[in-house]
């Protein structure tokens, strides 16, 4: 089946600190990969994407490379601000058929000034 | 332009009752998902709409049911409810070439 599963939250970090979320996925095909990230009380916003192998998806700072050998789409961002606090659920959809997104659990970012 | 948008906002209903949930999609895409989001966990698909016809659906009970509209807005229909549906409602649109999915502020539904 597809699925996908993230590195379990809550992330407490200080203001400028490093960021890394982990996401690895099952998927019975090449699917597309994808970070999206939830603010309070909103809907979801596409934060970065990547479509194929070695493809890496770039947004906002954060940055993401799509490593098919290890089933991987990690989440980095080299120095984050209190503004980026947040949920970020990392997904994964097919071109074909219905186009569904596969959502992992979320991963709750919290930083301090 | 626009965004998707999705009404109600907030809805509060009663076990046993039926709701409607809207959502109208960004101008131009005819693709329209739904997804249940319960507190502290991702997404679930729930439907997929393109061109008025059911093209996916998610593991979802036959309580649940949703159409599209010649202008590619959708209904999302929910009957006999139960507290486990207590969730937020997201609507999703997409354009006929791309896989990015744009979402909505959703639909958040209290059943008590």
């Known amino acids: 089946g597809n699925s996908v599963t993230q590195m379990e939250g809550p992330v407490t970090l200080s203001e400028e600190a490093f960021l890394t979320i982990n996401c690895t996925y099952t998927a019975t095909g090449y699917p597309s990969l994808f970070w999206y990230v939830q603010y309070p009380g909103e809907g979801l916003q596409l934060l970065l994407k990547?479509?194929?192998?070695?493809d890496k998806g770039s947004n906002k700072g954060f940055e993401a490379t799509y490593r098919k050998e290890t089933t991987s789409f990690h989440l980095e961002k080299g120095s984050v601000q209190v503004s980026d606090s947040a949920v970020y659920f990392c997904a994964l959809s097919f071109q074909t058929g219905a186009n569904n997104l596969f959502f992992g659990t979320g991963t709750r970012l919290t930083v301090i000034p | 332009d626009a965004g998707v948008t999705q009404s109600p906002t907030h809805l509060i209903k009663t076990r046993g009752q039926h709701v409607t949930l809207r959502c109208s999609p960004i101008s131009g895409h005819k693709s329209v998902s739904w997804y249940q989001q319960v507190l502290g966990q991702g997404p679930q698909f729930i439907f997929q709409?393109?061109?008025?016809?059911?093209?996916g659906r998610g593991n979802f009970p036959d309580r649940f049911s949703a159409r599209q509209f010649p202008n590619y807005s959708s209904e999302l229909n929910v009957n006999a409810l139960l507290l486990g549906d207590s969730a937020l409602y997201l609507c999703a649109s997409r354009d006929a070439g791309g896989n990015e999915q744009y979402f909505g502020p959703g639909t958040r539904l209290t059943v008590t």
């Open positions: 709409y393109y061109e008025k016809e059911e093209r």
């Open positions: 990547a479509t194929k192998a070695d």
